[in-house]
T-cell receptor
Framework: AAGVIQSPRHLIKEKRETATLKCYPIPRHDTVYWYQQGPGQDPQFLISFYEKMQSDKGSIPDRFSAQQFSDYHSELNMSSLELGDSALYFC??????????????FGSGTRLTVV | SQQGEEDPQALSIQEGENATMNCSYKTSINNLQWYRQNSGRGLVHLILIRSNEREKHSGRLRVTLDTSKKSSSLLITASRAADTASYFCATDEDNYGQNFVFGPGTRLSVLP
């Protein structure tokens, strides 16, 4: 079965550079969530989109932005990267934008290393 | 504030034993989910329990939910070395899936 696809799997950037992470949800899933997981930390919610509109915002820095496109894939854009941005970035998708019906499926994550 | 908080933070058991992990939360919820994460890998959805359910089973997994105590437990029976991973609970904070909040996780080590 198709899963949530994230790209790239690994990314190394220098401080102050820009990074773009991509997420392709499960077909027919209309909601995408972005999470950040620092080393040894629990995943922290960044932002979510439902039907291409931002539906909720968590602890996402102003240096980050995201959007969901017409094909429902999403991109997380990160600018002026800092060493503390080094983390695993997960994307999850679900159907109907309502929790509790189908659960959430996570991608394998993008490991971003800022040097 | 942390929504889901797992207890214990780390658990080490022998193969064949049962492992019980607990999760507490603060606000009302629509559902609670348990996820598994192998070191540095993606999160895998294990089981979802709705706020009107008290117990749910899936293979060797058993999840209970006590909304009066705002707590849940995940029981893994007859554990295997392959069950070694971190286990997180996540709740939706009664916001109809706009986002969900993870606890700090329990690191389970199953020794052969």
């Amino acid at each position: 079965a198709a899963g949530v696809i994230q790209s790239p799997r690994h990314l190394i950037k220098e401080k102050r550079e820009t990074a773009t992470l991509k997420c392709y949800p499960i077909p027919r899933h209309d909601t995408v969530y972005w999470y950040q997981q620092g080393p040894g930390q629990d995943p922290q919610f960044l932002i979510s989109f439902y039907e291409k509109m931002q539906s909720d915002k968590g602890s996402i820095p102003d240096r980050f932005s995201a959007q969901q496109f017409s094909d429902y894939h999403s991109e997380l854009n990160m600018s002026s990267l800092e060493l503390g941005d080094s983390a695993l970035y997960f994307c999850a998708s679900s159907s109907s934008g309502v929790s509790g019906n189908y659960g959430y499926t996570f991608g394998s994550g993008t490991r971003l290393t800022v040097v | 504030s942390q929504q889901g908080e797992e207890d214990p933070q780390a658990l080490s058991i022998q193969e064949g034993e049962n492992a019980t992990m607990n999760c507490s939360y603060k606000t009302s919820i629509n559902n609670l989910q348990w996820y598994r994460q192998n070191s540095g890998r993606g999160l895998v959805h294990l089981i979802l329990i709705r706020s009107n359910e008290r117990e749910k089973h899936s293979g060797r997994l058993r999840v209970t939910l006590d909304t009066s105590k705002k707590s849940s437990s995940l029981l893994i029976t007859a554990s295997r070395a392959a069950d070694t991973a971190s286990y997180f609970c996540a709740t939706d904070e009664d916001n109809y899936g706009q986002n969900f909040v993870f606890g700090p996780g329990t690191r389970l080590s199953v020794l052969p």
